[in-house]
């Protein structure tokens, strides 16, 4: 049987292995930390469950040309999701304004906010409906990224109402996001193809983890790969950090892609494409970010939807940052994050990459703990003052820091997610090397970001693997066939 070693247990990685094991490929993945799915994770403290990932899933409707990868790991028609009908709201002096998942309602809203800024939001939401209409893997995607290719920041002068404003720049948008990006969620967001998945993180994990071991792969887990070993410029296998060696007649990497190509493959092949990635300045991750969780001893009321953007009434300085508003997202959606009668609140803080946390956190643990703390007493005070009686009521604090996600995932400057690939007109890095033979990459880092694309990254990889022996990418249903064999369906 052809062996085919994957290096990375997060979405992409699950996804590469189990479509391989679907083309009877013996796989085996090798995963450094002691558990599955890389930056889609999810944690217990306290009695309480955090979701440190999922804010929303796209690619979930019915029609999504994405749609029938999901549903081939996933069985996508008995997975429960929550569908938002308004995504979040901002506040200013009083006024909140909704971000519906609806475009005629969030035109109206918009409208009402500020009749004299109309025209522009007439022409934004007119994109919005085009973008929504588009099948999202044609040519028409490029043309509408190309048009709306301006950066956030600098539409929004166009605007009146600082509202707005602050609302186009809401998680995980930015003033450097650009405005295709806001509109194409804006557009999904009507098509209903976000949603949350009841269990969160922890639940699309295990069925993925679930689903690549009954097709017959194994993980091993706190397996830290060192080196990809070579001959005559073809893959043979791996060296982990402990010395053990692993042959294999092919490599999958879905791990990060920065320690992929300058340790694990000590710099030997270095393309155009590459030099580009990963030797220049250019496309260093800049963001990172902080993540405070806390369990709160109540319920919220029904009118607090999932996020809720506060203006902070003493900004919070990181490092040399001022954030002056935070998202809060309240987990009241779904009722695994915690006991009944009480809530998970969670405060995702993106910050620009520094080092410092890693060094503080090697250097000074105790320093690093506090600093930690005094962020979350912060949000704790600014929490209390917006919706009241909460500083009682918190019975558990957690908070993550780009050391934390270095810890977890040792990807390249924490790095998040490596959208700034994808914006460098939309054309993605490849996937295989040039002058390495029988290795490929797949998930963030070469461009597939976010849950839905991580997973699609790696049917496709399978499907290049499957090429390369001339074999078509064969499928295999969820659901066992009544005589209890797999039904196979060619694609
Ligand atoms: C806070 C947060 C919120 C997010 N929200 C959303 C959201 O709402 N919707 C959405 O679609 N996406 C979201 N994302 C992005 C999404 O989680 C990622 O795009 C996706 O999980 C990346 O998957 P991946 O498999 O490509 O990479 P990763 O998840 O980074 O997986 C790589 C794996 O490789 C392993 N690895 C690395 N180096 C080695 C090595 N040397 N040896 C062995 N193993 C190694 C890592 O431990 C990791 O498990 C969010 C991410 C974060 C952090």
Redesign the pocket.
Known sequence: MTKVII???????LAAGSFLQMNDYETEI????DK??????SWEREGYHID???????CTSLNHPIYPTLDELLDMKNLPRVIYEEFCSVEEDGKILRFFGNLDLFESELKNISPEDSKIIEEMIAEARKIASIDMHSDRKKEFFYKWKVSIGEYSKKLKSSLIKKLLITF?FSPDSSMFDFLLHAASLHNKEACYPLGGAQKLVDRLVQRYTLLGGTINYN????EILTKNDSVKGIQLDNGKNYTADYIVS???GY?TIRN?LKGQYVDENIRKLYYSNRHIPQKS?I?ISLGINKIFKESFKPYVYITLQNPLIVEEEKINTVGITIHNFDPTSAPLGKTVLTI?IPINYTESWINLRKKNKAEYERKKEEIALHMIEEIDAYFGDIKTKVEMVDVATPAT?IR????WNSG??SMSWGTDGGNKPRKEITGLNNFFM????VG???????MQ?GKDVAKLLCEQEDKNLQIITYKKKRNNEFSTIRT
């Open positions: 290096i990375g247990a997060g979405v992409a990685g090798f995963e450094m930390h599955a799915g890389g930056l889609c994770a440190g990932c999922i804010h929303w899933w796209d995980p397996s830290n790969v060192a879905a791990a990060d320690s694990m970010q993540y995702l996600y977890y995932t040792n990807n998040v997610d797949c998930g963030q880092w597939d970001v976010g849950l839905s694309y991580g990254s």
